[in-house]
């Protein structure tokens, strides 16, 4: 099959070749110099169509692939020059020309109102003309971004572009949901779509752009077609399944209004057919857009979470999901210098999981079979406010405030069978996890240009934080010999309470002085400061439910910390030539104090932290970028404290009161080249870390049952990771990419009192190729390669890949993808193979308000796929069952 797809492209490509000749030509001003980044654009006389578009590289060449024997008429724009037009009669041969722009910026007229470049590039911003890159099958913004040169999309809904992952999505210049791109990219209709913008180094304040790195933000902002604008639109859909045995339905209404002065989002998503509109993933890495306030400062002390593990679930690793989902954001100009905006996210699901899992004990090869069933219920909501005022070009003011509620439930039974020392038992576990934290992030800024020479910048950062989880544990054994623990019941019922606290508070203020136009000085003040408390208690349900409550020392925990960061920095930032250098100093004073079983534990102590950027712009769209920097990591509340923690039915953890700051060296690379001349992208990195006394563990193991002991390791863990992709657009209709990445680590601990050493490995490599045709079936091939290896365990997974997508008839569109996984072990005694088919035939006629689709997913009826993973301790290889085979009929009425 895949040989007969390749052969069927490589003709058609012979077939374009064969009926086309090349116009190679070179773009000059007046003075001989060439033009880079010129636009070139042939409209075909005959049937004014625009057959072939270019962009000049470096020393100003472009080349043209052409219908042989055809009038075209070669338009040439360059940004401050008088634009051109050459008209031209292709034979069958080869044309090369040489063309000469004056200076000047007169537009040129006619046609050129009507025909714009696929691609364009206009300083750091990168404009695609959607309507190119459309063939009739696209539906939503993602379907848009997969066929742009330079863009992907993962199945998370995360934009990467040039290798760097899209931070912000605008809409008209407006925040969409800021913080996240998935909410857009599966939601913006793609016939609303004009044109997508890509703003490389980005910044949100226009007053640092010159004197801040901004090299890896990249921003996306979508431009709306006229008719869009100042209306109300969007669509409503609805559907239900067919010859199913239990009712399945989908409603899903969007509503969309962009004007000057404000702007409205409304998403919705009702079904239980297993969308995922916003998964809990989703929601604990969504950030509102909130930066890191003390990201230059050289210390890191992040605040952990305390979910319980409570499955971080996607839509393919679950047997039924049913989800309700609604999501509003808004933006106000107040008048020309204040803006409000936000937004605010509900979703409620439940979830079915079925899992059957192995995991092995590396020390001693013991071993743990289950079978599990679990039950999840969750409700989330974000709500997010921002302010910005900027009166002048002086002066901005931003206040933002993030709100994140939750409720989770998970009730579980278990099926295990543990092999100790070839000796195998079987029980019966049941668990139940229950959590609803709140957490409150707010933002302010202040941004102050005295001058030409001065800028000052305040930004301060307050996180509060309050967790409540609550863990039982039904079983049959007795994992763990606990004091006050009444042994000889039936059934051992444990619980445990927590309760956790943070408040965190991170400000500093910049002053920036330009010494001369390219190069800065940057004086930096700041404190970051915590304050957490950290409350737990265990106790036991007797047969007779009873409660034993175990009070002594170590099954509680009553603990206070407050940690103290405060520092000065000194950065000077120059330009000189291709080259950019940024070499800092930070030195800080850190004080920390925890208190705990009625006695207090301070450390205080002074350390100097360097850091440097270096930029090599090689070119205007090639540089190459590296980064050094040693930071000081330290652990919150939750390693700190000496009672008991329950991680799991038979994982226990105490920490040290008495653990220090580990201290971590990184060194990263990056490449990146971007050639609009031949539509070519190259990126890759490289990053090596190295930990000293990084905060560890020493795990004793009986049997499977862990307890666990955090201390300062002597040893360093190191980390390699490297990865890269080569993409390339050609012969107009065809794309191509191949990517590789690879991570090495090796960690230190200590288990069952003997030191261990861990490796592991992991690599990826894949490649892809597609076409783009208007009027013909487009086909894209994939195929994924993974290597992971554990510590001598090594799991492979093979993922070959086709989509069909084909609109014909001027009405129907019928999209189809297929992907297939072979998954196994390196002695094959873990061994799978699954697939997955699906299909979708769209009806709908040109500029129609009604559409009818029918789909289906899982066409094959697959009941499971496989995944693996590795701790420090064990390896895990899972088994998860997935929703069945859905056929849905749906209607959608265009607002």
Known sequence: MKKALLVVLSMCSLISVAQSIRLDGFIKDTEGHPLEMANI?????????????????????????????????????????????????????????????EAGGIELEGVEIVREMPVSIKGDTIVYNADSFKSGTERKLEDVLKKLPGVEVNDDGEVEVEGKKVSKLMVEGKDFFDGDTKLGVKNIPADAIDKIQVLRN????????????????????????????????????????????????????????YSPTYSVNVISNFNNIGELPLTVQDYFKMTGGFRGVSNKGGSSFDVSSNNLGISLLRNNRAKVIETKFGATNFS?????????????????????????????????????????????????????LSSSYKPNTKLQFDYDVLAKISKQDEFASLYRESIVNSVSDTEDIFTTKKQDPISYNQNLNLYYTLNDKNILAFEAQHL???????YNANLQSQPFNLTDYVSGQNRNDLNQDRFVKTNKIDAKL???????????????????????????????????????????????????????????????????????????VSLHYYDMNNQQLGTDFQQSFVRVL???????????????????????????????????????????????????????????????KYNMYNLENIFANATYTKKVD???????????????????????????????????????????????????????????????TTESLTQNYSVKASTNYKKLPNLELGYAYTINEYNGTTFYTDKPSVKLDYYFLNAFSFVSEYEFFNYRNDSRTVQNEYDFLSASMIYQKKNAKMEYKLSATNILNTTSLNDDSFSQFSTRTAQYTVQPRYVIFSMKYNL
Not at 639 to 647: I, M, N, Q
Not at 651 to 665: D, I
């Open 202 to 257: 980005y910044s949100e304040v226009g007053a640092l752009k010159g004197v801040e790195n901004n090299q890896d933000n990249v921003a996306m902002n979508i431009k709306l077609k006229s008719g869009k604008k100042n209306f109300w639109f969007g669509d409503i859909n609805a559907g239900i399944g067919v010859a199913h045995e239990e009712s399945r339905y989908l409603i899903n209404p969007k509503l969309f209004y």
């Open 332 to 384: 106000y100009n107040v008048n020309k210098t204040w803006n409000l905006s936000g937004f605010g996210i509900f979703t409620s699901s439940t979830t079915d999981l079925e899992t059957k899992s192995q995991t092995t004990i590396l020390d001693s090869g013991d071993q743990q079979k289950s079978q599990e069933v679990a039950a999840q219920k969750s409700n989330f909501g974000l709500f997010k």
């Open 694 to 756: 990084a905060v560890k563990t020493n795990s004793v193991f009986s049997g499977i049952n862990q307890t666990s002991l955090p201390y300062n390791s002597n040893l360093a863990d190191e980390t390699l990771s490297g990865s890269g992709n080569y993409g390339r657009s050609f012969l107009k209709n065809y794309k191509a990419s191949i990517g590789a990445s690879v991570n090495w680590s090796k960690f230190n601990n200590i288990q069952n009192n003997r030191p261990t």
């Open 510 to 584: 910049d002053y920036y002085y330009m010494v001369t136009p390219k190069s800065n000085i940057n004086l930096t003040i700041g404190d970051t400061y915590s304050y957490q408390n950290f409350n737990s208690h265990i106790f036991q349900i007797l047969d007779n439910q009873s409660v034993n409550d175990l009070n002594a020392v170590e099954n509680n925990n009553q603990v206070n910390y407050a940690f103290n960061d405060v520092y000065l920095g000194l950065h000077y930032k120059i330009l000189t030539g291709k080259f950019t250098f940024n070499p800092g």
């Open 41 to 101: 654009m042939a409209v075909n006389r005959n049937t004014n169509a625009m057959d072939s578009y270019a962009i000049t590289n470096d020393k100003g060449k472009f080349n043209l692939s052409l219908n042989m024997n055809t009038p075209y008429s070669i338009n040439i724009s360059y940004l401050g020059m008088k634009s051109r037009i050459v008209e031209i009669v292709t034979a069958q041969e080869n044309i090369t020309k040489t063309v000469e722009m």
């Open 610 to 672: 360097p850091d440097v950027f270096a930029l090599y712009q090689i070119k205007k769209s090639e540089s190459l970028t590296y980064n050094y920097s040693l930071t000081n990591s330290f652990t919150d509340i939750n390693k700190l404290v000496e009672g008991y923690v329950f991680s799991n039915y038979n994982s226990l953890s105490l920490g040290n009161r008495t653990l220090e700051n580990a201290t971590s060296q990184v060194h990263s690379l990056r490449y990146f």
């Open 464 to 470: 509060y934080q309050d967790e409540n989880p609550f």
